[in-house]
């Protein structure tokens, strides 16, 4: 199935949804991804950010990346739509 076909496959779902909750959620998720567009931050955003990870880094406020990745996807599942 293209892309196209999933839409308005996704399209005809949504519109037999009746569950005003459900759908706050969905419209949720949507305004979530326009949200993680990297390239719409500015780049003295990403400076600064890059600047201040720098000193955290000096400071020893680290952690290791298996405990990083853990909560990661301890938040991924507690995201999704149940």
Known sequence: MDIRSEKLELIARLTTIEDVNLIH???????????????????????????????????GKTRDIMDFQNEVNSWKKSQSIK
Request: glycine fraction near 0%; proline fraction near 0%.
């Open 25 to 59: 959620r969905i419209t949720q998720l949507l305004d979530q991804d326009k949200e993680k567009d990297l390239f719409a931050t500015k780049e003295d955003d990403l400076v600064e950010r890059a600047k201040a990870s720098l000193k955290s880094i000096v400071e």
